[in-house]
Structure formats: C-alpha cells, structure tokens
C-alpha cells in the first residue's frame, strides 16, 4: 500500500499540522482505508529515520469529507495541552462553506441543541430538553452571494460532531455536495467546507499561534 507525503502546513519538535484533502478519513474505521494518522506517522517516520512505531497524537479531527487544517501533536506532552484547549473552547476555527440557499443577515450568530445518533453516524437539531443534546454555537459572515448560492466564512464556538454541517442544514442552508446533511449536489465524495484556520496557544512555548490552509480551487469554480 502506497501511503502518499502529507502537505505540511507547520511543523516542530512538538506539533505537526498538515492540509487533509477531501475523502480522507483522519482516523481508522471498518473500512481500513489509509487515514491522514497513517500518512503522517509515514512522514515523520522516513524523514527522521525511525524505527518502531513513531507517536502522532490525535487533538481533534475533520469529517472525511472535508477539507483543511488538521493538527496533530508529536509528543505526550503537547497531545494532553492541545487537547485540553480544544476542550476549553480556547481554539480559535475558521471554516469555508459554500451553501445553497440565502439569508437575510450578512452576518450572524446560530445556537441549537444536536444530538448524535452514534450508530447511523448522524447528527440532528433537538429540542433543548433531549436528553444527551449538546448546545451548539456557530457564527457566520456572507463572503459572496452568486446564483442562489452563499460563500460563507464560519466560525463554530462550540466543537460538536457534524456541528456546521447539520447547523447550516437545518435552516435550508445545505452544504454543496453533502447528501448526508440535505444537498442534492453530487461532488464525488466532497463537501464544500473547507477548515481553513487554527489558532491556538503552543504548548511549550505557550505563544499564541495560527495555522492557515489555502482555499481548494474548486471553492472559486
């Protein structure tokens, strides 16, 4: 199996952020396909000459079909600090999105409750007092309206699974290509959400910083 060079964004003794394409999941499943673990243990592996099973710390993770930043950390030590900052809500996140539908609002902010049904995989928006639901709050600002469609610069305050995406769908705002969440667009294993900036506080030199990945191609098309 040929396991392909990440894109690095950043990279140190500590942390290691690449760009995740589309259709690769960040972390194993049933399926066994190649995941961007594999691709980045592969990386650090053959560039540093390691032997033996080489440590990549999982923080927080991207939907398979989505694109961007992803993160990861390369010691004990920064994995347990990263991750208590994506559990403080301290991670700053910005996300591209291009939906069908409209809003009145240029800019705005949206709370619901979800609730994740872990056996089908999927995310809905309940009522307050179901029991197990989360509260959920993303902001939004309109970049381009064209042809029906928005561009959207998203940022989720919360971190909950699917939380853009089942957000923006349950106020007819469907992500193009996301048939699990509405969208009746086929884009071959894609959606147009794209993880375009992390920032956050560096774990040992506890400066604050900020990792960006540039916009697909295809979010211009």
């Known amino acids: 199996m040929t396991i392909p060079v990440p894109e690095v964004l950043y990279e140190d003794n500590h942390l290691l952020a690449v760009c995740k394409p589309a259709g690769v999941l960040t972390m194993g499943d049933q399926t066994g396909d190649v995941t961007m673990v594999d691709i980045a243990r592969e990386y650090l592996r053959v560039k540093y000459n390691k032997p033996g099973n080489v440590f990549v710390g999982v923080v927080h993770r991207l939907d398979r079909p989505v694109s961007g930043v992803l993160l990861f950390a390369r010691t004990s030590k920064a994995a347990a600090r990263l991750s208590d900052q994506f559990r403080r809500g301290t991670v700053h996140k910005v996300y591209r999105a291009v939906v069908d539908g409209t809003v009145e609002q240029s800019e705005g902010e949206f709370t619901d409750w979800l609730l994740k049904d872990r056996q089908q995989n999927v995310v809905s928006c309940v009522s307050e007092d179901t029991p197990g639901a989360q509260k959920s709050v993303l902001r939004y600002r309109v970049v381009t309206r064209q042809h029906g469609r928005l ?4 940022e ?11 957000q923006l769908s349950s106020r007819g705002l469907s992500i193009v290509g996301d048939t699990k969440y509405g969208s009746t667009v086929r884009t071959g294993g894609r959606v147009a959400l794209h993880a375009e900036m992390l ?5 040992t030199l506890k400066d604050r910083r900020s990792i960006s990945a ?3 191609g295809e979010f211009e098309a």
Do not use: A, K
């Open 151 to 154: 561009h959207l610069e998203v």
């Open 214 to 216: 540039r916009l697909p």
């Open 156 to 166: 989720p305050v919360t971190g909950r699974s699917h939380q853009i995406r089942v």
């Open 199 to 203: 920032q956050f506080d560096h774990p």
